[in-house]
């Protein structure tokens, strides 16, 4: 009762591997991971920028703030008139860099002239070219020593409402 057992040919194919995965489209986690990086970095560019743009205003007002302190302590009225005509021309030209150059040569009464015409408060208009405004054209140049005789606290008031108000950063063009 011996049967002999035939082995039947077996024919066996090489293993397959499936396909390599694609890289396209992504899975849903990538798409999350995007979008997310990139709302990161978008947030990082706008607060950077908000940043900058108040740091602006914070150096100024701590400059502003200086020189009324030493006014206060010296009551030098020439030194006042010097440092916020500094203080402008230099704000002027952060806030209004494309016409950097423009601003820079303006003197005299085109520079009165142009801190009105970016003055933002309706009701301030031409007060640079009143005889409080008017100081910041002669007194820079006078010596040191030079007696002045002008309402100090209307010029740091006028200076103080240009300096801090709200400038645009759009194309004014220097006469």
Do not use: C
Not at 83 to 95: C, D, M, N, P, Q
Not at 145 to 156: G, P, R, S, Y
């Amino acid at each position: 009762m011996n049967q002999q057992v035939t082995p039947i040919p077996l024919e066996l194919r090489d293993i397959h591997l499936p396909d390599a995965i694609s890289w396209w489209p992504l899975a849903p986690g990538w798409w999350i991971s995007l979008v997310t990086a990139s709302a990161i970095i978008l947030l990082f560019i706008i607060a950077r920028k908000i940043y900058r743009n108040k740091q602006l205003k914070r150096d100024i007002h701590t400059e502003l703030d200086e020189i009324k302190n030493i006014y206060q302590q010296t009551g030098d009225k020439s030194q006042l008139a010097k440092s916020l005509s500094i203080l402008l021309r230099r704000a002027s030209i952060s806030y209004y860099p494309d016409t950097k150059s423009n601003i820079a040569g303006l003197t005299g009464q085109h520079w009165l002239t142009w801190l009105d015409k970016t003055t933002h408060n309706p009701k301030e208009n031409k007060k640079f070219q009143s005889d409080i405004g008017k100081t910041l054209i002669n007194a820079p140049y006078l010596p040191d020593n030079t007696e002045l005789t002008f309402d100090a606290q209307a010029l740091i008031d006028l200076s103080e409402s240009w300096l801090l108000s709200n400038h645009k950063k759009t194309q004014v063009h220097a006469s």
